[in-house]
């Protein structure tokens, strides 16, 4: 796992399988871009802009889908 990461699921105070509260893209697009920043550089994080944009929505949509306690979050996987 990587340095920093964490397999802590967020749920709503409740636990109720309600949506997280800041889930928007423009919250993963900062931090993915920060984090490029961070590893690869500006010029390489720019290059990685386009990519970096479709994970965002990618994530805000998969971290805005309810999911109830009961429920796998497999969902979301492609199958072949």
Known sequence: MPEGAST????????????????????FRSALTAEARRRFGDERAEALAPDLETLAADLARVAAAPLPDDTEPGFFLVSE
């Open 8 to 27: 802590t699921v967020r749920r709503n105070a409740d636990s109720s399988g309600d949506p997280m509260p800041d889930v928007s893209p423009e919250v």
